[in-house]
């Protein structure tokens, strides 16, 4: 009797500490693996630093590349990706995602909804892992990131990594028509000039990888 | 701009409360706030539950995450986002000063460890409502490093607001040691030179959007909440009356036995119970001015988020 007393408890206790140690070790693994996966998400010295180049005297203001990026992403027209900024003196820039050496995106984001490529520097965000915090967007000097009000979550311009994986040019870059969107290594891009444009926010912030040459007046 | 409203606003608030509060029962406990206090027990008993439901504020404002809630979790992750590092301490803290809160409840002596480790984490809480706004350099307005030292001094004078109002109303002795006075005096006279030195070094630097923002709450959108409720209510008022109390302090002993001018229009709190150590009017006027402490906290939070500027508006120039 008492044997077989001590044999029930010894099986509920077991049963007990079975389901113990599993709830502990799901616990345990998910964020684990969720850790692993992003581990070096924000490459801090990518190989190479992609970015843009505008040029604003071939701009004509065409707003193609926009368009294209709004027509194939399915932004919302209050969270977009691109804009084409212009003031009453004529001025104008297209400008998206600038894609920084420092996103300040990425390292405020809490749940790593942002990488940073090593091979190419691009930053990426996964609109499925966001919350929806809006940390990001104060963070963000140039306003690239957007919260949807329909999903709720972020979302903003990921230099068409894929198409550029794939050996293509980025949509807006490919549907300019007179090259003034271009992209290129930044090693190249700064030799030119910097994003000291026109009212914007210090680079020194972010360091953005986007160049902008104004027209001569 | 703008994406932080109202719950934010009062998450940062109750996050500093909870944790003040936590530290005045812990200053009590220590002995700090005088040989004669009721304090010691409340503010233990508080603390967890209010930064618990600032928490819950702070969940009921994200966007994707209301509708996934699994994918909170994932908040834990980041440890170069402030954010991150305030899910760790918030976390801990309520975990901590919930547990203290047992021993305290149960009448049994909490190992000093866990005191103390709660009262670091109140610090910790305390300091990351603050740090959270001043590291976004996206926003001059709030990258200050004195960002976080206004919070800690305001959940400070808040937490001991709150502590000492609840054990007036649930504490079973009514004792007002004019130790609190005194401490409560030092607070809010941090607070002010604190805020003080906050808008010199705003107007002195060069970030003209910093300057916008610091404009609006002294001359335009938000003037009249942050010279109202904040400055005069939550700052001058009691500061006033906690000289005042010092000074009658030093001649008439216990505390709260006389009472001057100038804040009898106030004395409307319903609450007229004489504790021993003073008139039922005095009683009142400190609780008032407990009560406007508060105001001023929540207020000095709701401007400081509302103000906000992008360092770059958006437009060519």
Known sequence: ??????VSLSRRTLIKGGVLLGTAFAIGIMPMKSLQADEAAIATNPKK????????????????????????????????????????NGDALSMSC???????????????AYTKRESDGIVIQDPTKCVGCGYCLYACPYHAPHVSKITGAVSKCHFCFELQDSGSVPLCVGVCPTQALTYGAMSELSKKGDLNYKGLPNPEITHPSMIAIPKEK | MGHWGWLIAIYLFLGGLGAGAYLSSFAAEKGLLGKTTNLHRVGYYVSAPIVAFGALLLITDLGQGLKKPWLIIRMFLNPTSVMTWGIYIITAFIFVAF??????????PAPEVLSYLGAILALG?????????AVVEGVPFWNSYLMPVIFVASALSTGLSLTSLLAHFFGK?????????????????????????????????????????????????????FWALFVIVGLVGPL????????????????????????????????????????????????????AVL??????????????????????N
């Open chain 2, 99 to 108: 547990i203290k809160a047992y021993f305290v409840w149960r009448k049994r």
């Open chain 2, 295 to 316: 105001v001023g906290g929540l207020t000095l939070r709701c401007v400081i988020v509302f103000a906000a500027l992008p360092i770059w508006s958006g437009f060519l």
């Open chain 1, 49 to 88: 630093q992609m970015g843009f180049s505008y040029d604003e005297a071939k701009c004509i203001k065409c707003e193609q590349c926009v368009r294209i990026c709004q027509d194939t992403y399915k932004w919302e027209d209050d969270t977009p990706w691109r804009k084409l900024l212009k003031n009453e």
């Open chain 1, 98 to 112: 600038n894609h920084c050496a420092d996103p300040a995106c990425a390292k405020v984001c809490p749940v790593v």
């Open chain 2, 173 to 225: 002795r009514q004792v007002h040691d004019a130790k609190i006075t005194q401490v409560h005096l030092w607070l809010i006279s941090t607070e002010i030179i604190f805020v003080a030195a906050f808008f010199a070094l705003v107007y002195s630097g060069s970030q003209e959007v910093a300057k916008q923002s610091a404009n609006r709450l002294l001359t335009a959108s938000l003037a009249l909440p």
């Open chain 2, 125 to 133: 809480t305390a300091a990351y409502t603050g740090m959270l706004l």
């Open chain 2, 240 to 291: 006033l009356y906690y000289i005042q109390q010092s000074l009658s302090h030093k001649s008439t002993e216990p505390l709260l036995m006389k009472e001057q001018n100038a804040y009898n229009h106030a004395g409307t709190l319903e609450n007229t119970q004489q504790g021993p150590g003073g008139n039922g009017k005095s009683q009142n006027i400190l609780l008032l001015s407990d009560v």
């Open chain 1, 1 to 6: 009797m008492s044997q077989k007393k001590r």
